[in-house]
């Protein structure tokens, strides 16, 4: 081999040399955390939250839902409240005397002025004015499951957004380490081969890796665009605009048992709970329908005034005013089974809902076994990506080694470098697919954070 000749001084400065720059390649794989702040104020994952929920077109067309829902509620409940009327009218009639042995006698007034004012309260409606309201105070709850439903969807989509920055700025600093290593790496096999240590080959093998590796480092930049955009999405910021965040991923396991993550699930989940009253709104219905059965009772005081001029203060044929009150009760009785048949009808939509609901809570279920598996699979598989870390560092350290002692080829530290980068890029993943999955079973049980 080229260089077996050299004498022993010379072979020893470039063991300190090769050892300097292994020292080098060895601290820049150390793991940094440099999220692109600058002079970016940086959010936390708990600010960002914050933020997309106030700015959230979704939420707030949920939490005007929940407004007009209020006003249905209070529309309903004016069906118990007497109702006022006035009726204000002019009339002439054709004939407003009679001719008698050849008398005529004005019997009426030609111009005929009234005003009438009625008061109607409901007494009894078939229990039809209380089933209106019950629905729209189950309507009421709707709406308002329906916002929470929205603020939990945001909440996962705001941390799914903020750990793909956070896992995307570490792949770019894992990336740039590996280049900054390379680097030198081709620096050095170039030196080695100026002077006939190694050969041609291992200067062409470095000049490789470091292109690959750069190109690997501008993906992961464009990964970081993309998710920066998808961030900036979230929280309704513009698509461009420079964001920073706090660098945290939990490795902390989760404490919680599949018994007690479906518990709580089925307890607060805000789909569960829409189904819930989707079923008590169908037996509402059923009592409105049957309502029809019963004959309705309202009583009623009206008020007249009558007269020949505008100002309705009487005449010669009629009194200024008179009133009368009194209770009347209608009922239809018949009516070819149509009340049956509508009752029968919202009886099916009630077997209906309840079907719906078991659908959701095998659903939830479902959800949750998935979301607390893949957390499983996720911790174990960040352990396994730390072991990886572990046996990838002492491999480029032994490579290393050998390599002063011309015993390794260039190829073999360059192989053992490029296993440890891919070990740091697999961690980071891990880590990330972890706390996505910690996000993704929070939603599932339809919390906001991990429940104590």
């Known amino acids: ?84 009327s006035v009726d204000y009218g002019y009339r002439r009639p054709s004939e407003t005397s009679i001719t008698s042995g050849g008398v005529t006698f004005e019997t009426t007034d030609s111009n005929q002025w009234s005003l009438d004012g009625t008061i109607q309260q409901p007494l009894f409606t078939g229990f039809a004015n209380l089933s209106i309201y019950q629905l729209a105070k189950l309507g009421l709850d709707v709406a308002e499951i329906e916002f929470e439903r929205a603020r939990l969807d945001l909440i996962f989509q705001v941390k799914e957004a903020y750990f793909d920055v956070v896992g995307a700025e570490r792949l770019i600093d894992v990336a740039e380490q590996s280049v900054r290593q390379l680097e030198e790496g081709v620096r050095v096999a170039k030196n ?73 699930a089925l307890q607060h989940r805000p789909e569960l709970l829409a189904a819930e009253n989707t079923v008590a709104s169908a037996q509402q219905e059923v009592t409105l329908a049957k309502s029809d059965y019963y004959p309705t009772v309202t009583w009623s005081l009206k008020y007249y005034r009558r007269g020949d001029t505008p100002a309705v203060d009487g005449s010669e044929f009629t009194d200024r005013e008179f009133w009368e009150t009194g209770a009347t009760a209608t009922w239809t009785f018949f009516e070819w089974g149509k009340t049956r048949y509508a009752a029968s009808e919202r009886r099916v939509r009630v077997r209906q809902a309840e079907q719906i609901l078991e659908k959701v809570k095998d659903s939830v279920r479902l959800e949750v076994k998935t979301a607390f598996l893949t957390m499983q699979s996720a911790e174990k598989a960040v352990k396994v990506a730390e072991k990886s870390i572990e046996s990838a560092e002492e491999n480029f350290r032994i490579s290393g080694e050998r390599y002063k002692e011309q015993v390794a080829t260039a190829t073999e530290v360059l192989d053992a470098q490029t296993r440890l980068t891919q070990a740091r890029v697999n961690y980071t993943t891990a880590l990330v697919a972890l706390n996505l999955a910690w996000a993704r079973l929070i939603r599932a049980m339809g919390q906001e954070e991990e429940p104590n």
């Not at 063991?15 to 999220?35: D, H, I, N, S, Y």
């Not at 209070?74 to 409240?81: E, G, I, R, V």
Request: glycine share 6%; net charge neutral.
């Open 192 to 264: 080695f081969y100026k002077v006939g240590i190694s050969p041609k080959i291992d200067v062409l093998d470095a000049e490789v890796r470091l292109a690959e590796t750069e190109r690997g480092l501008i993906e992961a930049k464009n990964a970081l665009g993309v998710a920066m955009a998808r961030f900036n999405t979230v929280l309704r910021f513009p698509i461009d605009k420079p964001v920073a965040v706090e660098d945290i991923l939990y490795t902390e396991p989760y404490k919680g048992t599949y018994e007690s993550s479906v518990a709580i």
């Open 1 to 84: 081999m080229v260089g077996r000749g050299r004498s022993r001084g010379s072979k020893c400065s470039w063991e300190r040399w090769l050892e300097a720059v292994l020292v080098f390649l060895a601290v820049g794989l150390l793991p940094k955390k440099t999220l692109a702040q600058g002079t970016t104020p940086v959010l936390t994952l708990k600010q960002s939250i914050e933020i997309a929920l106030e700015r959230n077109l979704d939420v707030k067309v949920a939490e005007e839902e929940i407004a007009a829902a209020r006003e249905q509620e209070k529309q309903a409940l004016t069906n118990f409240l007497p109702k006022f």
